[in-house]
């Protein structure tokens, strides 16, 4: 490889890295307004810690059109065995859960829309967990979330 050819394999590839991290803070701070450091980070940060504390414990009172009103765009949820499942899409992330009823139990992993739409594994796993229907039904909304960011 010659010189040239890496240089512009360098230039891309800081390219890659600003791009990411300005995908980084855009979810930040639509996640939380304030800069990192400010005391009221941490309230917003409290405050939304809380609120999700309240949605996983009232989920199964709301409906559609009131989890909408909180933000919560999509939401699947299914029981296997002992574990519940619940998929959720948030801003940019597909949130994975999962739990047996209690606290120590509650896992989750978020994970970056373009990640998850690369990922066929994780696309598997919903597929596995929560049936074809479903993991169609959420890889529809992710692209239609995907679209209506982009406009």
């Given at each position: 490889?010659?010189?040239?050819r890496?240089?512009?394999?360098?230039?891309?590839?800081?390219?890659?890295?600003?791009?990411?991290?300005?995908?980084?803070?855009?979810?930040?701070?639509?996640?939380?307004?304030?800069?990192?450091?400010?005391?009221?980070?941490?309230?917003?940060?409290?405050?939304?810690?809380?609120?999700?504390?309240?949605?996983?414990?009232?989920?199964?009172?709301?409906?559609?059109?009131?989890?909408?009103?909180?933000?919560?765009?999509?939401?699947?949820?299914?029981?296997?065995?002992?574990?519940?499942?619940?998929?959720?899409?948030q801003?940019?992330?597909?949130?994975?859960?999962k739990?047996?009823?209690?606290?120590e139990?509650?896992?989750?992993?978020?994970?970056?829309?373009?990640?998850?739409?690369?990922?066929?594994?994780?696309?598997?796993?919903?597929?596995?967990?929560?049936?074809?229907?479903?993991?169609?039904?959420?890889?529809?909304?992710?692209?239609?979330?995907?679209?209506?960011?982009?406009?």
């Amino acid at each position: 490889m010659d010189k040239e050819r890496r240089r512009q394999l360098k230039a891309l590839g800081k390219a890659e890295v600003a791009r990411q991290s300005a995908a980084v803070w855009n979810a930040l701070r639509e996640a939380n307004p304030a800069k990192p450091g400010d005391p009221e980070w941490s309230k917003n940060y409290r405050r939304g810690v809380e609120r999700e504390k309240w949605l996983r414990k009232n989920l199964p009172l709301l409906g559609p059109k009131q989890l909408h009103e909180f933000g919560v765009k999509h939401y699947w949820r299914t029981t296997v065995g002992r574990e519940n499942y619940a998929i959720t899409l948030q801003g940019n992330l597909v949130r994975l859960t999962k739990h047996s009823g209690t606290p120590e139990s509650f896992g989750g992993n978020d994970v970056p829309i373009s990640r998850f739409l690369r990922s066929k594994k994780l696309q598997q796993h919903v597929k596995e967990i929560f049936g074809e229907a479903a993991l169609n039904e959420v890889l529809s909304a992710v692209s239609a979330n995907i679209g209506s960011s982009n406009a």
